[in-house]
């Protein structure tokens, strides 16, 4: 097998490539920043009397969002200014979210990581080193986490995201196995209460009655297995039917309050019953 040797790209002197272009890139596929399962929020986000952020991304799941800015070349003074201010701005302006500043850049050098340390733990903040190579006629675009942030706390509740989207929308995000499995949950909810109907947002597919969200329980379609949470102050007897039927369940989401349960396929027929008496808990309590 032979050895193929990747060809360099300067992205600040380049011809064809410029900053709004791996800013779309980026856009279309934040995956390859390795930030987790983010969606985009914004671009080019216009900032009080402090021009645009490049780049706004809010974790799928977790309360919290990522302030992005790029820079081709060498970091500078006013890149790094302009990340802060960005972050802090929109930090003040949503309060209820969890933020993170991130500066991306060709070459962060020794002096500037030096100076952006000393912020790392009063602000979060990740340092990405982005590299470009030519492959095959094309650009492959490598980002390298060089600082990592220290993870602040947050107080403060949860807000439910309500962008609208559809069934196709989470088809293409999980699976239309994992939707199906959906289904069968919203069933058991219909059993409950048949006036429920389903509403695909961006962020989790919540329930709607008469035409008003009412989430006492959201799902998220993976690509292999489902999510749902249940609204719910922490319960011994929700706790006790968890244990009970040894269900997949994650950490008690205080934030939100929120059980949440993952199910694998099959395991909704399977669990039925125990499925319905968690919805039948959450409902009585929220609605």
Known sequence: MEIQKLKPIDLKTSTCVNEKWIQEQIANDPSMLGLGDIVLKDKERIQPNAGRLDLLFQDSEANKRYEIELQLGKTDESHII????????????????????????????????NVIQL??????????????FEVNGGISLIFTKILDEIKLGLDGDDEEIEEITDRNYWEQKGTKDTIKQVDEIFEIIKEIDNTFELKYNKFYIGLSKNGIASNFAIMRAKKSF??????????????????????????????NNRYRINFSKNEIKEKRDAIKQLLELSYKKWN
């Open 82 to 113: 302009r990340t802060i201010e960005y972050w802090d701005i929109e930090r003040k302006r949503y309060p209820q979210y969890e933020h993170c500043a991130v500066i991306i850049a060709e070459d962060i050098t020794s002096r500037f990581l």
């Open 119 to 132: 912020f790392n733990g009063n602000i979060p903040l990740i340092a990405l080193k982005m590299s470009a």
């Open 226 to 255: 489902v999510r749902l949470e249940i609204k719910s102050e922490p319960d011994d007897e929700i706790k006790n039917i968890l244990e009970t039927n040894e269900l997949d369940e994650m950490e008690y989401s205080s934030r």
